[in-house]
Each structure stands twice: as structure tokens, then as C-alpha cells.
């Protein structure tokens, strides 16, 4: 390591990455204390299950930082990705015919290179509308050409939802990087890591608290493991959580918790709808993908619904 | 079986193979899933559902490395055997074992497809076939199954009959498209099916049959519009049993 790469570390950024990899060592010592203190190095369905969370935990903020380390072009590339693989696990679960397949080529091969290029050219005029107005408009003009009318409007929505969830919105966490915040510049990576953190945080605390005072349901239909004690607990420990780390955003401490509240909202709104989704379908995970978390869109529920709704915060009230 | 060439013709093969193997791999997302038996390297036919000229690369490709060496796909020579890059892909990347489907209106011959099935399975090959005995191009989920598996499964008692359920292939490459979309596929293998003895042949069909169905995932029981199902209850799996008095 030379002085250069060294010093890096002690940017805003390589302590987050520092402090976040703390709270993973942490967390892995304690789950191989548990492993060997509980379950006596035998198998032990909560003690793995929470391994494997952890263990792939390691390889997500690992993906992210190796991108932080690319700059622009390596988040982008990033998100692109996991939409992707997003739009894969959606579409793969959707009812459709073969009247669909013009379309759904078109969102695979048109509709989510061309959002991440207008992302990555910072058209903000172009990219906040091409998929709600252009490739809204242009995907059941080509379901309609296949002339099949049968469950018409139901196999255009998907596809357009499809769309929606696993590329508008996922795409404007890399546009983060696209506003230009007053007396932060260049360091929009940040807004990223503050988002990512909060809204996973979130997710976290809330199992946590859940699996500690969880006692009143709030879904019962949608979401069984969901309690009314692990949202509050979890919301406002995790809304705590954005307060502290206001150092790393332009937000004053109040701002920060108020922007951690409003993403922690939506993200846990997030995850009922997604889950509405999967029910309908009658599936439990999107996917298999990310070993112990399901499938990408299992991971990335929250991240998709709090995504756009604090890019436009951040745009209004930061952004002159 | 080793497919016989020259050298080069071999590499480009095996090449060949690669590529295909590996493409099929990145744009289906590929996913085995096995039963508890797993794979295991004993005489096998793999059955399967049929919707795809992709099917066989994709069953193929979802076989351990070494089992693929092992397995020669059955495939119906007037669609394989018509071009020179068909022949290519039937006979020198898959080695797949070319029958004539129309043997049968031509009454028996030295093409009788069952003799050649039953010839490689002698030799000790695994195969896999498709015993709707033609793509499924229809909105059922699956044809009726022709008798042939039947008569392999009489004679050859030693080797498995593995059923293999492939999903969402057709979705990914329909009839007359040209460019695949990259939906995620899998490949679910069964338990291998027992033949009973004295079993007869519909019997033992219906049962073949149900293996497949029963193993397409949860999902996709319930949107299948095409079995009729009793309005109390949806599960096919109870609607046909045999004997249950419906």
C-alpha cells in the first residue's frame, strides 16, 4: 500500500468504509461466538440463517466500496447491475405472453442501458421522465402490436412496473452523484453511503427489536414477521442513527433525522408493497441470488421506494 | 460415446460447446435444482417437458460437467439433420443420438427410434429425451406422453428415469423470435420414477406425467389456466390421482 492509497482511507468516506467494516467484524465475532457458544458448532437454523446474512452483508458493502473506488463510472456500473438482475427477478415472475416478448426486449435491451446512460450523462431533464413518459408509452404500443388481447392491461402494467421498481427507481441512487449540493462538491459519493446505511440500518434494527419486544402485528397478511414494536423501535433507532451520522451529509443534525425518518418511511413501505407483490404471485423470495437474503429485489425493496423520494428532497431543499 | 471428426473439427467442438454452454448459462440465470437423490453418475433418461428447441442445451447445461460427457440428448433428425450448422450442433457439439420420427408411419425399419434409444442405452449411454414426442407450441402445460418411455423403462429395469421439469424457457426464446430476453430460468430435477411391475402402460404414462407436473414450482400451479380443476380445490396433484373415485 503506498502513501497515496493510504491516505485515502482518511477521507470522510474511507472512515465510513473503516467504521462500517468495524461494525461487520463485529458482528461476524458475535455470530461465531454464538455458533460456538449456543449451538456448540452444530448446525442451528437462526445462528446460520444470520451468518449467511452477515456473510453476504461482507460481499455487498465490499461490491460498493470497489465501486466508490471506480468514482462515477463504477457506481454506475454498479446499479446498472443490480438492475438488472432486478428486472430479471420481476419479469421472470410475471404473467406473461407471447405478445410480451417485443416489449420485454425492449425494457432489457433499450429502456435500462439507455436510463444508466442518462444517468451517467447527468441529463436530469431526460432521465427523471424517459421511463414514466417514453418507454411508458412505447411498451404497450409494442404489447399491442403482438394483437394478444387477453389479461392485456395486466401483462402491460408488469412489464411497465418492472420497469419502474427495478430501473427508475434504483437508477436514482447513483443520480445522487448527478446534484450539485452547495458546499459539497465532490462529495456526493457520501449521499449515497448516508441512504444505503439508513435504509439498511433500518431493515436491520427493525428484525432486531422485532425478534426482542415483537408482539402486535402490523401486516399480518402481507408481512407476519413485521410488528408494530420492531417499526417504531427500529425507525427510531435508525432515524438516530441518520442524526449521527449528519457529519457525513450536508444536513445539520435535525435536517439529517428528518431525511433518515422520511427514507426510513418509505422504505419500510417499500417493503410491504413488494411483499404485496410476491404474495400475489404466491412466491416468498424474489429470488435466490444473494445467499440467506433471497433474491436482489428481496435486498433492494426499501432502497427502491426511498431512492427517488429523497433524490427529490435532497433536489429541492439542497440543490439551488 | 465420443463423436468421431477430425481434430480440428473436434476443437471447434468443444469450443463450440463452451460457448454455448456458457451463454446459456449468463442470459437464463441457470439454476439446478436437484432432488434429494442428486446427480449421480448411474445410467440415467432424463425426461422432460419440451417447449424449446433450447431445451436440451439448457437440460444439458445444467448437468454437473463430468454426467454431461455422459449424456447424449435425443433429437428429431428432420429438424437437426436439414443444414450443415444443424448437423454440426446435433451430431459433433452435442453428440446427440439423431432418431426419425416419422419411422413409425414408415413401419419398422433399422430407423425404429425406440431400437436406437435402445442401442445407446445397451452401449451405456444416458440420454435425454422429450416423451411428448414433439415441441409443445400450445397454451397446455403439457402434452400427453407417448408410449416409447414406457417400453424403455420395460426393458432397461438398471437405468433411471429421471423426470426434469424446464422452466420459463419458452418465454425466453418464443416461437419466432430472434433475440432472447434474459428471464431467469431453471432446471428442476425429480426423483427417479420406479417402474412397479405388472404396472401397465397408461398407469404407468399418467404417473410419468404427474412427476413432471409436480414439479413445476408454486407459482406456476396456480396461474395455469389450461387443467380443469374442481372449484374447491386447485392442487392438480389431488384432482388425478388414479382411483380416487372422480
Redesign the interface.
Same mark, same amino acid.
Given at each position: 500500500m503506498n502513501a497515496d492509497t493510504f491516505l485515502a482511507l482518511f477521507t470522510p468516506t474511507g472512515w465510513l468504509f473503516v467504521g462500517v467494516t468495524g461494525v461487520l467484524v463485529l458482528a461476524s465475532s458475535i455470530a461465531a461466538v454464538l455458533k460456538w457458544r449456543v449451538a456448540h458448532g452444530a448446525p442451528h437454523a437462526v445462528i446460520d440463517n444470520l451468518t449467511s446474512r452477515i456473510n453476504a452483508w461482507w460481499i455487498m458493502v465490499g461490491a460498493i466500496g470497489v465501486a466508490f473506488l471506480f468514482g462515477k463510472n463504477g457506481v454506475v456500473a454498479l446499479f446498472f447491475l443490480i438492475s438488472f438482475h432486478a428486472l430479471r427477478e420481476f419479469l421472470s415472475l410475471a404473467y406473461t405472453r407471447r405478445g410480451d416478448h417485443t416489449a420485454m426486449a425492449a425494457a432489457f435491451y433499450v429502456a435500462l442501458p439507455m436510463q444508466y446512460f442518462l444517468v451517467w450523462t447527468e441529463w436530469y431533464g431526460m432521465y427523471s421522465i424517459f421511463i414514466p413518459v417514453y418507454a411508458f408509452l412505447l411498451l404497450p404500443i409494442l404489447a399491442a402490436t403482438g394483437g394478444d388481447t387477453q389479461r392485456f392491461l395486466e401483462r402491460a402494467s408488469k412489464v411497465q412496473w418492472g420497469l419502474m421498481v427495478s430501473v427508475f427507481c434504483i437508477s436514482h441512487v447513483p443520480a445522487l452523484l448527478t446534484l450539485p449540493v452547495i458546499g459539497f462538491e465532490g462529495r456526493n459519493m457520501l449521499l449515497i453511503a448516508f441512504l444505503v446505511i439508513v435504509v439498511q440500518g433500518s431493515d436491520v434494527l427493525q428484525y432486531i427489536w422485532g425478534k426482542l419486544l415483537g408482539k402486535h402485528k402490523v401486516a399480518p397478511v402481507l408481512s407476519p414477521s413485521k410488528t408494530w414494536e420492531g417499526l417504531i423501535g427500529g425507525v427510531a433507532s435508525a432515524t438516530l442513527l441518520g442524526a449521527a451520522l449528519h457529519g457525513i451529509t450536508p444536513f445539520s443534525p435535525l435536517q439529517a433525522a428528518g431525511m433518515a425518518l422520511l427514507i426510513c418511511l418509505m422504505g419500510f413501505f417499500g417493503g410491504l408493497v413488494m411483499s404485496a407483490i410476491k404474495r400475489d404471485r404466491g412466491v416468498k423470495d424474489w429470488g435466490s441470488m444473494i445467499e440467506g437474503h433471497g433474491g436482489m429485489l428481496d435486498r433492494t425493496d426499501s432502497v427502491i421506494f426511498a431512492a427517488p423520494v429523497f433524490f427529490h428532497a435532497v433536489r429541492y431543499w439542497w440543490v439551488p | 460415446m465420443e463423436p468421431e471428426g477430425s481434430a480440428p473439427r473436434r476443437l471447434l467442438a468443444a469450443l463450440a460447446r463452451l460457448t454455448i454452454v456458457t451463454g446459456a448459462g449468463l442470459i437464463t440465470?441457470l439454476?439446478s435444482l436437484w432432488s434429494r437423490t442428486g446427480p449421480t453418475a448411474n445410467q440415467t433418461v432424463y425426461f422432460a417437458n419440451h417447449t424449446s428447441h433450447g431445451d436440451f442445451v439448457l437440460l444439458w447445461a445444467a448437468l454437473p460437467p463430468d454426467l454431461r460427457t455422459l449424456t447424449r440428448p435425443v433429437a428429431g433428425e428432420d429438424y437437426w439433420n436439414t443444414s450443415a450448422l444443424r448437423r454440426f450442433i446435433g451430431r459433433d457439439v452435442f453428440n446427440a443420438l439423431m432418431i426419425r420420427r416419422d419411422a413409425s408411419a414408415a413401419g419398422p425399419s433399422s430407423g425404429d427410434p425406440l431400437a436406437q434409444m435402445g442401442a445407446a442405452l445397451t452401449a451405456g449411454d444416458s440420454l435425454i429425451i422429450f416423451p411428448e414426442g414433439t415441441r409443445n407450441t400450445s397454451e397446455a402445460v403439457l402434452l400427453p406422453l407417448k408410449n416409447g418411455i414406457y417400453h424403455l423403462a420395460r426393458s432397461f429395469g438398471h437405468v433411471r428415469f429421471v423426470p426434469v421439469w424446464i422452466e420459463?424457457l419458452k418465454?425466453v426464446l !418464443?416461437?419466432g %423470435?430472434l433475440?432472447p430476453?434474459?428471464?431467469?430460468c431453471s432446471v428442476r430435477f425429480g426423483e427417479p420414477l420406479e417402474l412397479i411391475p405388472q404396472e401397465d402402460k397408461q398407469r404407468f404414462l399418467q404417473r410419468a406425467r404427474q412427476a413432471l407436473l409436480d414439479l413445476r !414450482? @408454486?407459482?406456476d400451479r @396456480? %396461474?395455469d389456466p389450461a387443467p380443469p380443476a374442481p372449484p374447491s380445490e386447485p392442487s392438480s396433484r389431488e384432482t388425478q390421482t388414479p382411483g380416487s373415485g372422480a
Open positions: - | 440465470g439454476r420459463n418465454r !418464443p416461437k %423470435a433475440l430476453v434474459p428471464l431467469a !414450482p @408454486e407459482y @396456480e %396461474a
